[in-house]
């Protein structure tokens, strides 16, 4: 299987790019910035965004099955501060499957647990989404999902979306360029820093990175067998925390007692995500195995090894 990943220096792009190359597929990553993990990912320097023509120059000449696309600014209240990012998000979307379109390739397309907005459910389907969103960056994935829906009317093209729900891990302490809750207050329970919840009571579903790449790359191999025409899933862990809570395991893990702020909720954040998984069983057999103390702790290891 030919692979090209957009957003292949981020932590999900690097983790599924090398995961991929061990299983004995063919990747391409491209991205705007270097990848500061590994050097063992071929990767295009390129801006999806005002690079269009050469982002499908790139792509036809390397043919690939499958086009996922992970590109875009992910940080939901740094879109709230400057939402002329969230149209970037949308610009990348389009070259994405413009890319896939000229490949004659299938799509898989990632977006976020945001798109169900600030609503208070014990459970959330894949169905529950609004279109009322709460925040630009939640408006932006609403619109790339719709784009590829689009897509699929217009163009017979095959897609799967796929909802994460805060995944972390392996390659998650870039936190200069990009603060991320779990890797950020592993960084400040570790140096005896006092950590900030921002709504410690809001609920959390987070994933643990391998649970997840797993999961993309079935959605991949059944894209490419032509299992799946168009779907959505969720991939997140099943076991909701709170804020507090996660918090709370990460100091018994690092064995640490700092101090903790509480603090209101920011703008265009969301009080609470509990994923329905029963759908991503169906479609991908999908069944996490991380608990979160585990992956926790996988996480403080590879941040030591690092």
């Given amino acids: 299987m030919k692979l090209l990943i957009t957003g292949s220096s981020g932590m999900v ?31 295009m320097a390129i801006d999806m965004t005002t690079q269009r023509d050469r982002a499908i120059a790139l792509a036809q000449d390397f043919a690939p099955e499958v086009v996922v696309h992970l590109a875009a600014h992910p ?18 979307t389009q070259t994405a499957l413009e890319m896939t379109r000229a490949c004659a390739a299938v799509v898989l397309l990632a977006s976020s647990r945001e798109v169900y907005g600030n609503t208070w459910r014990a459970v959330t389907r894949e169905t529950d989404v609004q279109h009322q969103s709460a925040s630009p960056y939640a408006a932006s994935k609403l619109a790339s999902e719709a784009m590829l829906h689009a897509y699929h009317r217009c163009y017979e093209m095959r897609g799967l979306i796929v909802r994460l729900s805060n995944v972390y891990g392996r390659f998650d302490t870039d936190l200069d ?40 790359l079935t959605g991949c ?86």
């Fill in 13 to 43: 792009g690097a983790n599924l790019a090398l995961a991929a190359q061990r299983a004995g597929h063919r990747v391409l990553g491209l991205d705007r910035r270097p990848n500061v993990w590994t050097d063992a990912i071929e990767t």
């Fill in 75 to 92: 940080k939901v209240h740094a879109l709230v501060l400057d939402p002329m990012r969230a149209l970037d998000n949308i610009a990348a």
């Fill in 177 to 216: 360029r990009l603060e991320r809750v779990i890797p950020l207050f592993i960084e400040r329970a570790r140096s005896g820093q006092p950590l900030t919840l921002y709504a410690a009571q809001k609920v959390l579903d987070p994933t643990y990175i391998d649970d997840a790449i797993g999961a993309l």
């Fill in 221 to 306: 191999e059944r894209l490419v067998a032509g299992r799946i025409a168009l779907d959505t899933v969720h991939i997140s862990s099943g076991n909701p925390c709170t804020l507090r809570a996660l918090a709370d395991t990460i100091l018994q893990c690092v064995e640490r007692d700092v101090e903790i702020i509480e603090a209101p909720m920011q703008t265009g954040e969301i009080e609470r995500f509990v994923a329905d998984l029963s759908h991503a069983k169906a479609v991908l057999g999908y069944q996490p195995r991380v608990t979160l103390g585990e992956g926790i702790g996988r996480a403080i290891r590879s941040v030591a090894v690092a």
